[in-house]
Antibody, heavy 116, light 106 residues
Framework: EVQLVESGGGLVQPGRSLKLSCVASGFTFSNYGMNWIRQAPGKGLEWVAYISSGSSYIYYAETVKGRFTISRDNAKNTLYLQMTSLRSEDTALYYC?????????WGQGVMVTVSS | DTVLTQSPALAVSPGERVTISCRASESVSTGMHWYQQKPGQQPKLLIYGASNLESGVPARFSGSGSGTDFTLTIDPVEADDTATYFCQQSWNDPYTFGAGTKLELK
């Protein structure tokens, strides 16, 4: 069974940093590109970042470019999102999602709240 | 960015046929996908590549369209289909989502 489990969220002050993790199981993690997608409370979905299976290709949404860094450790089956210079508008539920035609597996999400 | 426009809400009775539309601001070929999200849950992929049924998804769900106009059809609708449905395109960078259509059962 494919599972994606996010962790690392919480309450953080504006301007501070936070690192999210997503542990994958039930499939060969190193064969798939992975994404972070977020959803602000009561709002729609916003793609945040993508990393290819071997980390050769990395893309970011303009709203986070220069502040967020996506990475992965295939030996640990883990995806990361390092978030710096956090803003109130980054407050959202952050999902990791496996990449295919469409995002065919999603984690349960981890909440990040940016507030003083 | 490619803007995807969806109707905000629909209300239908169980057993009826419902179509949920998604219009793209520019062509996305067949790079359109549909998700179902129930309250408190993560999105679930229903349709990929505009018309391909994801494994395990009931055949009551179907998708059609190409270019700029797409449709998700549920026939017949069941009570458990109460959810928000999102379209998402993967043809133009950055990949974008529609704002969602909330489906309510009468």
């Amino acid at each position: 069974e494919v599972q994606l489990v996010e962790s690392g969220g919480g309450l953080v002050q504006p301007g501070r940093s936070l690192k999210l993790s997503c542990v994958a199981s039930g499939f060969t993690f190193s064969n798939y590109g992975m994404n972070w997608i977020r959803q602000a409370p009561g709002k729609g979905l916003e793609w945040v970042a993508y990393i290819s299976s071997g980390s050769s290709y990395i893309y970011y949404a303009e709203t986070v470019k220069g502040r967020f860094t996506i990475s992965r450790d295939n030996a640990k089956n883990t995806l990361y999102l390092q978030m710096t210079s956090l803003r109130s508008e980054d407050t959202a539920l952050y999902y990791c999602a496996r990449h295919r035609a469409g995002y065919n597996y999603w984690g349960q999400g981890v909440m990040v709240t940016v507030s003083s | 960015d490619t803007v995807l426009t969806q109707s905000p809400a629909l209300a239908v009775s169980p057993g009826e046929r419902v179509t949920i539309s998604c219009r793209a601001s520019e062509s996305v070929s067949t790079g359109m996908h549909w998700y179902q999200q129930k309250p408190g849950q993560q999105p679930k992929l229903l349709i990929y590549g505009a018309s391909n049924l994801e494994s395990g998804v009931p055949a009551r769900f179907s998708g059609s369209g190409s270019g700029t106009d797409f449709t998700l059809t549920i026939d017949p609708v069941e009570a458990d289909d109460t959810a928000t449905y999102f379209c998402q395109q993967s043809w133009n960078d950055p990949y974008t989502f529609g704002a969602g259509t909330k489906l309510e059962l009468k």
